[in-house]
């Protein structure tokens, strides 16, 4: 077996390192990625997001042996770099910061309010259809998974399923593998997750993975909502779609909120982020709280 730590190899990848870290991106190319990505992503980047997408495109320059980002935007904007670049490039342009129970209060609202409601209405068995899109690594749809199951423990003609969908296809990986560390479970109530995961047999690096039963109810797919249809099939009950219209400006979040709400079913809930809004937005949401509302 090569020794792939040996002080040799130490040196010279510090050296390359060292040598990436003295690139500097020009504001010219900053400007084509960046309208690029704007055009093509939605994600708004202003000239003082320059330092953090070069320290991001870093790792890739290194990775693919470049020593420019003349040369990286060059292959990005080629036909093969187009094909198998443009999949990494969003990889690392997008913001994937999430949590398992962010902003508990929607949780307690479904929980206590949407729930009950559906099965008041349905008295048939049924299937409560949920999306969370931009769904990052899956701690909202697993977060969402353990709340629903736990409810139907005792409302048995309820059964749910929930679609994850986001731009990232590294993410996704994620988000389907389902494995987490301790750290990042650490704010789960403990009954939930002695209840909905098992725990890696590898004491040196632990880790849990929600139980298989969760995890078949979760189905993932890439969409990007600078689409203009997205190719769902169905019609949800609910939507969740938070902290991810913040990185889009006022037009785009407004086609982006008509663009799901055709996805969604009249009388069905959406949930957005807490620094989002639609105020003054021609969409057709009722507000029911600050960042939940009914479509109408
Ligand atoms: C900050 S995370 C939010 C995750 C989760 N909804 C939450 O609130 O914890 C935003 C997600 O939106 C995704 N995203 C950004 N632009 C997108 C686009 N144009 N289409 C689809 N997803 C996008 C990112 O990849 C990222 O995973």
Redo the contacts with the bound molecule.
Sequence with gaps: MSDVFSPQHEKETLSNLSAVYKLQMSDEIFEKLSQFIYSQ???KMPMAKKVMLQSRLQRRLREMKMDSYEQYCDFVFSKEGEAIELVHMIDVV??????FF?EPAHFDFLRHTVLPEFVALNKQKTTIKIW?A???SG??VYTLAMVLSDFIENNRNLDYSILG????SR?LQKAFDAVYTEERVSNIPLELKKKYFLRSRDRAKPTVRLIPEIRKKASYQR????DDSYHVQEKFDVI?????LI?FDRDTQQKVINRLCSHLKSGGYFFL?HSESITGMNVPLVQLKPTVFMKI
């Design positions: 992503y939605g994600i997008t913001t994937n910061k999430t949590d962010r969370s931009g769904c990052s701690e909202e969908t986001d731009i990232s993410i969409l990007n909502f600078m969740f779609c938070r902290n991810v990185y982020g």
